[in-house]
């Protein structure tokens, strides 16, 4: 979408909007409505393997849309250990490690106990100019990425993988964004450290944030996606599990 003062159409919000765009979207929520209302759907446990608060807003949201609860469990590994120069493979070894680590902080009885269980893990990385960024490791880098975006569009890339417990069968898709930005001021981005959010997200990239929206400028992709958690794709991978 693009944002401007006078734009000849009116752009899409920044907030994450819903799930029915498209005739696609709202034959796949309708389904996924009727499946969460059946005895296998009511017996199924959703777990959000993510400590991201970001992605917790994004999952209520599509609870509320499709009619399901969640439990939150946390991987807790070192992503840093973990390394591929191609941004789209890193994210998948990422998100399926964050999987394997979750399960194996699971006890046996457990697992059995939810033989339908759905995990979903999510990995992210933003490209600029190339080059992967991940969270940063302080403000001098936080502000170097921040002041960056104005030279050139930056990119999420992001996985996610849906772990089906009992068979270990995965579903897992990669989701691209790219998102052009006007410069950030220095004050603004001085704001923004010293709320010290930017530290906990990849790249220090904070599309939603009041401060940040007015330098976007377009974003060819999802919002949600953009943010970590896109919930379309998220359901339908979801929905592969579906009897």
Known sequence: FTL????????????????????????????AQRWFRSPRGKATRIILGSSSKVRRKLMDELCEEVGFKYDVLTADIDEKAIRREDPAELVTVLAQAKADAIQGKMAPAEKEKDENALLITCDQVVVHEGKILEKPEDAAEARRFIEGYARAPCS???SIA?????????????????????????????????????FWCAGG?????????????RIDGTMDGVMGL???????LISTFFD
């Open 4 to 31: 401007g003062a006078e734009p000849a159409e009116r752009p899409r919000t920044m907030a994450t909007g819903g799930l029915v765009a498209s005739q696609a979207g709202r034959e796949l929520v309708q389904h």
């Open 205 to 217: 990239l904070m599309v939603e944030h009041d401060l940040v929206t007015p330098h976007v400028t």
């Open 162 to 198: 849906v772990t089906q417990l009992a068979s270990g069968k995965v579903a897992q898709e990669v989701d691209r964004a790219d998102i052009h930005f006007t410069p950030i001021p220095a004050a603004t981005i001085d704001a923004l450290i010293a709320e010290g959010e930017v």
């Open 156 to 158: 999420t890339v992001g």
């Open 230 to 236: 896109p919930k379309l794709k998220v359901l339908q």
